[in-house]
């Protein structure tokens, strides 16, 4: 864990002429970040995964805190690096009590220096490959084919609808014509002839809704 390349000196240092937007994507690009702002750095986090990369298993990366939003988290993940540099054998402190108060300044510098050191010691690491964009999915065209089967399925709908509305018109022309039935014979003692009309007229195919000639042809029976 001691093998520091000597090629840097341990204080802060130039970085190469870069300007603060490039030194954010040059953060992003190696922990799959989303930081806009030099600033949001004080939080330590990207620093632990960082050096994780260079120096795998120099530091417990569950433990830190990657969402933290608070100083007492920005504190704790910047003393886990500075745990983490100290196994490493590195002389460098880190000022903490600075960082996490999140100036532009104190920040900027560190970065400095850190991506300095991260240079000189990670020329063999392989940057981590950036999440694939999740797929958009196309908008289904209707065919004319599927069209036309979707009018058919329609069609047939409709035809069932129109058969099961006439099968209940005729079922209620049926019951009409029995009820009528019943009054009239209801003061007649011939209950044989009134059951022989009722069966005449449930099995008739023919009684259909508004077809009042039933009623007539019944009359001309009794």
Not at 110 to 132: D, I, N, R, T
Not at 179 to 196: A, D, F, G, Q, R
Request: proline share 4%.
């Amino acid at each position: 864990m001691s093998d520091l390349k000597p090629t840097i000196a341990l204080t802060s240092v130039n970085s190469e002429n870069m300007s603060r937007h490039q030194m954010i994507e040059w953060v992003n690009n190696r922990v799959n970040g989303k930081y806009t702002k030099i600033e949001e750095l004080c939080s330590g986090a990207a620093y632990c995964q960082m050096l994780e990369l260079v120096y795998p298993n120099c530091l417990n990366l569950k433990r830190v805190k990657l969402n933290a939003k608070l100083e007492h988290e920005y504190f704790h993940n910047l003393k886990m690096f500075q745990s983490a540099l100290t196994k490493l054998k590195l002389d460098k402190i880190i000022p903490m009590d600075r960082l996490i108060k999140g100036r532009f300044q104190d920040n900027f510098e560190f970065l400095q220096w850190f991506m300095k050191f991260y240079e000189s010691q990670a020329g063999h690491v392989e940057l981590p490959k950036p999440e694939p964009p999740k797929p958009i999915r196309k908008r289904e065209v209707l065919s004319e084919k599927t069209s036309n089967d979707f009018k058919h399925e329609i069609d047939d709908m409709n035809a069932k609808i129109a058969q099961i509305i006439e099968a209940r018109d005729q079922a209620y022309h049926k019951l009409r014509i029995i009820e009528n039935l019943i009054n009239e014979e209801m003061n007649k003692s011939e209950p044989v002839e009134v059951c022989k009309e009722l069966i005449k007229v449930l099995y008739d195919q023919s009684a259909t809704a508004g077809n009042d000639s039933n009623d007539s042809a019944i009359d001309d029976g009794i």
